[in-house]
C-alpha cells in the first residue's frame, strides 16, 4: 500500500504556470511509472504525462512542449510543471504509481485556468 498526497493546485490565469507535487507515503523505487492524470467535468480521466523508473517521460500531446513531469525517487516525489496554462487545462488532477501489481491514486487537486 501506498499514500499519494498531490499539492500546488488553485486558480491561474491563461498564460501562467503551477508546479503540482504528489509525495508518497513509501519509496516509490517499485513502481514501474510515476504519472499525472486528470479529468475535467463531464470527460473521462486522461494521462497527461508519465515518468517510468528508467527515465522515460511520455505526454499526451495537448501538453507536450508546455508541462514537464520530473521524478525523485530519494525524495518520494514526482512533480508536473505546468507552463503555459489553457482554459481547457482546468481539471482535476490525480497521482498515480503504477506497478504490475496494481495502481494507486492520490485525492487530487484541482487546477482551475481563467481566460
Known amino acids: 500500500q501506498v499514500q499519494l498526497v498531490e499539492s500546488g493546485g488553485g486558480l491561474v490565469q491563461a498564460g501562467g504556470s503551477l508546479k503540482l507535487s504528489c509525495v508518497a507515503s513509501?519509496?516509490?523505487?517499485?513502481?514501474?511509472?510515476m504519472g499525472w492524470y486528470r479529468q475535467a467535468p463531464g470527460k473521462q480521466r486522461e494521462s497527461v504525462a508519465g515518468?517510468?523508473?528508467?527515465?522515460?517521460?511520455n505526454y499526451a500531446d495537448s501538453v507536450k512542449g508546455r508541462f514537464t513531469i520530473s521524478r525523485d525517487n530519494a525524495k518520494n516525489t514526482v512533480n508536473l510543471q505546468m507552463n503555459s496554462l489553457k482554459p481547457e487545462d482546468t481539471a482535476v488532477y490525480y497521482c498515480?504509481?503504477?506497478?504490475?501489481?496494481?495502481?494507486?491514486w492520490g485525492q487530487g487537486t484541482q487546477v482551475t485556468v481563467s481566460s
Open positions: 498515480n504509481a503504477y506497478a504490475y501489481v496494481g495502481d494507486y
Open positions: 513509501r519509496s516509490i523505487l517499485s513502481f514501474n511509472t
Open positions: 515518468n517510468r523508473s528508467g527515465g522515460n517521460t
